[in-house]
């Protein structure tokens, strides 16, 4: 089955500066890769999300990068912000063997800490 | 758009007794939602796939017969956790798939807590 690696699992950054959240994937039959913020107690939230036939996405601040033949894709924020404090999971979804079902395989988490 | 409710949002209750957690999507029509565990600090684990008018697929470990999921409309589906113990206090997050199956949005989760 899939396996998503993520790194770092903690980054700390001051205000303003960027942070970037690197992923690895296993499964070349994965074609979409999400990305999520969790903070405490809650949900994690839909942020940004990318497929396969392209190699790079961008909404305002945060931006993904996919490299499909070394398998990483990768999350950054520019400008960060104290409130873009909180748990970040990038994702891989992937076809799930001899059952027809795709399913989204997580990685371990980054706690991103924007210092003021 | 893409919003989906977890109720309720936390609950405490006894060894032995069922607890039953409902996930909706109040926007739009979901054929596939999701159920998911995470214990503190840890990522998310998927625990079963639940689609309108069947059965829910499990994953690998995870006993059928303790969590029961029906899937009754295309706006709700919900978890029990039957006879439960206190190994079962978690955080359950359920999702909604509304692109298709890739597509996920997530609920904002019920803490429950095993006495």
């Known amino acids: 089955g899939e396996n998503v690696e993520q790194h770092p699992s903690t980054l700390s950054v001051q205000e303003g500066d960027s942070a970037v959240i690197k992923c690895t994937y296993s499964d070349s039959a994965s074609n979409y890769f999400p990305w999520y913020k969790q903070e405490l107690g809650k949900g994690p939230q839909l942020i940004i999300d990318?497929?396969?036939?392209?190699g790079e996405k961008k909404d305002q601040r945060i931006a993904v990068t996919l490299n499909k033949t070394a398998k990483h894709f990768s999350l950054h924020i520019t400008e960060t912000q104290p409130e873009d404090s909180a748990v970040y999971f990038c994702?891989?979804?992937?076809?799930?063997?001899?059952?027809?079902?795709?399913?989204?395989?997580f990685g371990s988490g980054t706690r991103l800490q924007v210092q003021p | 758009g893409a919003v989906v409710s977890q109720h309720p949002s936390r609950v405490i209750c006894k060894s032995g007794t069922s607890v039953k957690i409902e996930c909706r999507s109040l926007d739009f029509q979901a054929t596939t939602m999701f159920w998911y565990r995470q214990f503190p600090k840890q990522s998310l684990m998927l625990m079963a796939t639940s689609n309108e008018g069947s059965k829910a697929t499990y994953e690998q470990g995870v006993e059928k017969d303790k969590f029961l999921i029906n899937h009754a409309s295309l706006t709700l589906s919900t978890l029990t956790v039957t006879s439960a113990h206190p190994e079962d206090s978690s955080f359950y997050i359920c999702s909604a798939g509304r692109e298709g199956p890739d597509t996920q949005y997530f609920g904002p989760g019920t803490r429950l807590t095993v006495l």
């Open positions: 994702a891989a979804s992937s076809p799930i063997m001899d059952t027809g079902r795709r399913a989204l395989t």
């Open positions: 990318i497929r396969s036939n392209v």
